[in-house]
């Protein structure tokens, strides 16, 4: 990144290589097996802030992108790329591209989803091919609104991928790796052949992410052998919460100390 980002692109920054993300080993071989070998659907879980999104938003464009790298991350350029980059800004009820990508794709809101936008998507999927992806943002919802009988048919009946995201509720462990989604039905379960959890980054990882981001985003750590650690205990080494310290830092003289991690409140992020 050349250009020096503001603290609102930090706070809500994508990885453009697979090579940013931390953690999330699994969900990253997931996705390199789905761009190397093809399409199946995949389901997502995981709570809040640990990459869920950023993981999935990543394998979407790597998976459009047609300029796609050796290393399978997306070219970030192309007018696919570009339209995915502004697309996921105003994810609202249906986004749909068809752009010099060689696959079409939807995106599917599904906590504000109306049921008539659904029935479009589901005429819309129906005609294409395994060349769609269709991704249902926290997908558990259509079960706790009521309206998933429409989403499964049409899963059932289409030849296209499909790529879902669900929140987890955290259960006993701090490894990130739970399995209650509240709402998420059995038969929409059954639909992912491939199902995996997001696990958060063990320390050395995360502390070598928080120096590359800190370096690549221009933000000076002061007492690096504090701040670091106090950041990584405070966050529970999930990478969405320290990219919000991260976004306050930058906002502040683009300076992090271990007096900032301790004043940030995590709870009212949360
Ligand atoms: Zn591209």
């Known amino acids: 990144m050349k250009r020096l980002l503001t603290p609102r692109e930090i706070q809500r920054w994508y990885p453009e290589r697979w ?36 993981t999935i938003a990543l394998g979407i464009m790597a998976a459009m992108c047609p300029h796609r790298s050796a290393k399978k991350d997306p ?4 007018s696919t790329c570009q ?74 009946e289409t030849p296209a991928i499909w790529i879902a995201s669900a929140i987890a509720v955290r259960k006993g462990n701090a490894k990130g790796n739970v399995k209650r989604i509240p709402g998420l039905s059995d038969p929409m379960l059954a639909r992912f052949a491939v199902k995996e959890g997001t696990a958060l980054p063990l320390e050395p990882e995360l502390t070598a992410w928080i120096k590359e981001r ?25 990478v969405g919460m320290v990219i919000l310290v991260l976004a306050v830092a930058a906002s502040r003289g683009r300076r992090l100390g271990p007096d900032d991690v301790a004043g940030f409140d995590f709870q009212a992020a949360d």
């Open 19 to 54: 090579s940013e993300i931390a953690g999330n080993s699994r969900l990253v071989k997931a996705w390199h097996d789905f761009l190397q070998y093809g399409g199946t659907n995949m389901l997502f879980t995981g709570p809040s802030r640990t990459g869920k999104t950023r």
């Open 75 to 78: 070219c970030g350029v192309c």
């Open 83 to 156: 339209q995915l980059m502004n697309g996921r800004e105003s994810l609202n009820g249906i986004f749909a591209i068809l752009a010099e990508s060689k696959c079409s794709y939807f995106a599917v809101d599904c906590e504000t989803v109306s049921v008539d936008e659904l029935k479009v998507v589901t005429r819309d999927v129906r005609m294409e091919s395994a060349t769609t992806l269709v991704y249902l943002d926290e997908v558990a919802a259509l079960g706790r609104r009521g309206i998933d009988t429409l989403m499964l048919k049409a899963i059932d």
């Open 214 to 238: 800190c370096k690549a985003w221009e933000i000076a750590i002061e007492k690096e052998e504090q701040t670091i650690p106090l950041l990584i205990k405070r966050s529970r080494h999930r």
